[in-house]
């Protein structure tokens, strides 16, 4: 015998549909006064829920966010890991230099069609310029709405993703 | 036609209006309660979103169900797939034309109306659309007419698990209308009459049949659920099984008519529970609702429509509490636990009202079912205590044991 299976024997004596129905008639009955679960969605939210009773993670991978510095300006030098990196191949980048050698982004678009938000970018940027964030609600009404370009990946609000650390695997 | 027919016709006409519309409306709102019920018994809120507290959500689902397209399937039998909705349909609406609603209402009404010429009324006026004297053997009858509704939805959809649906639902209903049929004999034994007028009357003087007629109750109830296809006995539909048994194939209005009829039901059996077992529209302890006035009309209504919203409300906590029985075990209860009992208790009600009017020589009709009340204690406890320990309602311990003596044979043969 390769697999062990333990045959329970059904219960001959003591046992009572109608007892067992009343029972379970009970439970369901007072579930009925218990509070409820459901969040009202367009009304609450996941992202910002005051009671903190259906907040999502902080590691959750969602739309990106391109980070500024102090002067407003992108913080991407335009190094071209992202887009090396990115196994959805979704970045386009095309590198731009000014006068003083700074090196910044002419295009740089996500194609968040293709985006499997692995959170590799954010990973790997050494300038930590582009981030996923803690943000779900992208729907457009056509899909060229869908790659976002430099302008629509900056002017976003929402807190970026937290890395996994691995010296602290739970998060604590 | 004389000014009286003429009257009968009219009151008759408005009754059927008024209560055609409650009932259509009812349903439409039982499938909001029942969507409801169901989402309080789960933590949830259920819908709420279109109207006040979602009462506007069985509209939206008419509307959508009205828009939506018609399906065909392309071998079906189109004659008997369009005419199969509207024959569990007609079936559920015609029973609440026989349930009486409400007190009978005096009535001393002459007028002239233009077109119609002299009408007039004059005595008691029953609140069910019409008092026929057979009384319930006419739900009886109707309501096993619903099984051809489903049984052709079944067979005409051309599809293995709409054919499997309709089969196994006209075996269930078939075989759980004859314990039905006789749980209702007790009630006979002791009222003497089928009509609902009588049943009632003989409620009021007496007690309400739930309590010297327990068990019969008890059939009755769990005859109605199998009648009317809800869990724990919805076999026909039976989605984790036959997708959604025998209306597989439907879709639009013609699917929609399906679960109205559903609904239609439970509301004609929750109406028959309480006008045979707990009083019908009578309020208990009083005696003035029966003085034909039009307050105690109406209030007999209300009280009539909180008992039947009760059971409706019993219909729904059973379905979102029990688990669906397996086929055997459903045909078992019905052949060998509800059938046998019900036989049993027709024979034990009749001796033992004759005993106490023969030989004990009691008249008085309350003390007789009190009597009869202390009887039904001692049978209950016989039947769901000393009986209901693995002896009863548990068919599958014996279909398994006989599997097993019939595989120990195999391998002994062998």
């Known amino acids: 015998m390769s697999i062990g299976v333990k045959v329970l024997k059904r219960p001959e004596r003591q046992v009572s549909y109608v007892r067992a129905a009343l029972k379970g008639m009970a439970l369901t009955f007072k579930h009925m006064f218990q509070p409820k679960v459901t969040m009202q969605y367009p009304e609450e939210k996941s992202t910002s829920d005051e009671r903190g009773q259906y907040t999502i993670s902080p590691r959750w991978r969602g739309t990106h966010r391109m980070l500024a510095d102090e002067q407003g300006r992108t913080k991407c030098v335009a190094c071209g890991l992202c887009p090396q990196i990115c196994p959805a191949n979704c970045i386009k980048l095309v590198p731009g230099e000014d006068e003083e050698g700074n090196r910044y982004p002419l295009i740089y678009e996500i194609d968040e069609f293709r985006c499997v938000f692995c959170g590799y970018c954010q990973e790997v940027c050494p300038e930590e310029a582009i981030h996923v964030g803690v943000h779900f609600e992208n729907s457009e009404y056509s899909r060229d709405r869908f790659v976002y370009d430099l302008e629509r990946l900056s002017s976003p609000e929402h807190s970026v993703s937290t890395l996994w650390d691995p010296t602290d695997p739970k998060g604590e | 036609m004389t000014a009286a027919y003429k009257g009968f016709l009219l009151l008759s006409i408005i009754k059927m209006i008024v209560i055609f519309t409650i009932v259509m409306i009812g349903v439409a709102l039982l499938t909001l309660m029942e969507r409801k019920v169901s989402a309080w018994m789960q933590n949830r809120r259920g819908p709420n979103r279109v109207g006040w507290a979602g009462l506007l959500q069985p509209a939206a689902d008419g509307i959508k169900n009205i828009v939506k397209e018609e399906t065909f399937p392309g071998e079906a039998n189109l004659g008997i797939f369009t005419l199969a909705p509207a024959m569990a349909f007609i079936p559920a609406l015609l029973l609440s034309a026989v349930i009486p609603w409400a007190a009978p209402l005096t009535v001393n009404w002459d007028a002239n109306l233009p077109l119609l010429g002299a009408v007039s009324y004059h005595g008691s006026l029953t609140m069910a659309l019409t008092d026929l004297p057979v009384g319930f053997l006419f739900v009886l009858a109707i309501s096993s007419l619903g099984v051809y509704g489903i049984a052709l939805a079944g067979w005409a959809s051309n599809n293995k698990y709409s054919l499997l649906g309709g089969l196994r639902s006209s075996a269930q209903m078939v075989s759980y ?135 409706l409300f019993f219909f729904m906590w059973i379905r979102w509490t029990l688990p669906r029985f397996r086929y055997d075990q459903l045909m078992a209860l019905g052949w060998k636990v509800l059938l046998p009992l019900a036989l049993v208790y027709i024979m034990v009600t009749a001796i033992a009202i004759w005993i106490i009017e023969q030989v004990g020589g009691v008249t008085d009709t309350r003390v007789k079912m009190f009597i009869l009340f202390g009887l039904n204690l001692v049978l209950g406890y016989v039947v769901f205590f000393l009986m209901d320990r693995g002896h009863i309602m548990s068919g599958s311990y014996r279909a398994s044991s006989n599997l097993d003596a019939g595989s120990r044979r195999a391998r002994q043969a062998a």
């Open chain 2, 177 to 311: 209308e004859v314990a039905m049929g006789m749980s209702l004999i007790p009630v006979l034994l002791l009222t003497g009459n089928v009509t609902f007028q009588q049943i009632i009357q003989s409620q009021q003087q007496g007690l309400w049949f739930v309590l010297p007629l327990f068990i019969s109750f008890f059939i009755f109830l769990v005859s109605g659920f199998a009648e009317t296809n809800r869990l724990p006995f919805d076999l026909p539909e039976a989605e984790s099984e036959l997708i959604a048994g025998y209306h597989t194939e439907y879709s639009a209005m013609k699917f929609s008519m399906f679960p109205i009829s559903e609904y239609a039901n439970m509301a004609t059996v929750s109406a028959m529970v309480v006008t045979l077992f707990f009083g019908g529209w009578d309020i208990p302890f009083t005696s003035w609702d029966q003085n034909g006035g039009l307050l105690a009309m109406l209030a007999t209504a209300v009280v009539m429509f909180l008992k039947v919203l009760s059971f």
